[in-house]
């Protein structure tokens, strides 16, 4: 039997006397969302709901960690309480030790607060690369090098530097690092490094909230190490009337590699101070040291001194920015660069300021 058209449909509901009277078939009932849902789960895979599923739980995970980078208030406290007490303690011929001690009391009983709450957390261990690296040594580069540098050894048997034994140790380095440099392979279609920077795009800038903060930084050490300098501290001692000796030594033809005078010492800050009045005129002075031996000291930001401040500064960078660790080895730097011991050092004029 065909299926009543349209038109059946409408002759059946005007002329009802002419033949059987048609009615409009019913439709199907609607699922709910929750049936159609239900439904839906049925017909897919197992792969497909495991796939579901672990998208799910990263997106749990992720929520969990969002909340679990919260800004931690309890250690930025016991940081500032801190700070305020070796300000206080420092004015206690004024004003008493009983103020630091409280505020140092206080900041340790943050620190034990944020501690005891796992405020800290530090993230796991990334898993080790199975994938070995390519490491070849230029061997005829190497041996050159190693060759020339036993020359330049023997040339410096004067203990003077010169012309000759200076240009034979350059060429010697210069071998030695192009032949254990590992240089990484450009990319199948890519240029080489230099043209890849001939032909890149337009420069953009780009001012991150972690550029601000290296800035602030910088200028803080900037301030510690260099502001008015030249009138504080005023005066020179003994010391300084014996490095000018050696820096005149230099400047009169005598280019040691080590200064006897002073119970001996190495002839860095003493060269700097030589090329700086040589090439720019400046005058030999107090502040020529304290120039010399305060920038050193200020360009060595980025460097913490022990290896163990370098792995805390990287662990920190992972924990808190999953950024480059530059910018927390400079934070972890500060405690040396304004330590008053090395700012004082490297105000006088001194080697140990510019070691620090």
């Known amino acids: 039997m065909e299926e ?62 969002t909340l679990r980078l919260a800004i931690p208030w309890r250690s930025l406290a016991a940081l500032f309480l801190a700070l305020a007490a070796q300000y206080s303690l420092g004015l206690a011929h004024l004003q008493g030790w009983k103020p630091g001690a409280t505020l140092l009391i206080l900041s340790m009983a943050f620190l034990t607060w944020a501690t005891l709450s796992k405020e800290w957390i530090l993230p796991p261990i990334p898993e080790a690369s199975t994938e070995a690296e390519t ?39 210069g071998f030695i690092i192009q032949g254990t440099w590992i240089s990484k392979e450009p990319e199948s279609g890519q240029p080489a490094k230099p043209r890849r920077w001939l032909v890149r795009p337009p420069w953009s800038v780009t001012i991150r909230w972690l550029a601000v903060v290296a800035i602030v930084v910088v200028g803080w050490v900037a301030f510690f190490r260099l502001y008015n300098l030249a009138q504080v501290p005023p005066e020179m001692n003994s010391d300084h009337a014996e490095k000018f000796l050696d820096v005149l030594r230099i400047l009169n033809g005598q280019t040691r590699i080590f200064f006897p005078t002073n119970g001996g010492r190495e002839g860095l800050q003493f060269y700097l101070v030589a090329g700086l009045h040589r090439l720019l005129g400046m005058p030999l002075n107090f502040f020529i040291l304290k120039f010399v031996s305060s920038l050193i000291g200020f360009l060595a930001l980025p460097f913490p001194a022990r290896k163990r401040d370098r792995q805390l500064a990287c662990r920190l960078v992972r924990l808190l920015l999953c950024r480059d660790c530059l910018l927390a080895e400079c934070g972890l730097s500060l405690r040396l660069e304004i330590a008053i011991l090395h700012v004082l050092h490297g105000r006088l004029g001194l080697l140990s300021g510019a070691r620090a």
Request: proline share 6%; no cysteine.
């Open 4 to 65: 009543p058209s349209v038109l059946d449909f409408l002759k059946s509901k005007l002329m009802p006397w002419r033949g059987e009277r048609l009615e409009m078939p019913q439709a199907p009932p609607v699922e709910s969302a929750a049936e159609a849902a239900e439904v839906s789960l049925q017909d897919q895979s197992p792969a497909l709901l495991r796939a579901q599923g672990q998208q799910s739980s990263a997106k749990a995970s992720a929520q969990a960690i």
């Open 135 to 173: 490491f070849r040594i230029g061997r005829s580069q190497v041996l050159l090098g190693m060759f020339l540098a036993l020359v330049a050894f023997a040339s410096f048997g004067t203990l003077q530097f010169n012309l000759l034994n200076v240009t034979i140790l350059l060429v010697a380095l």
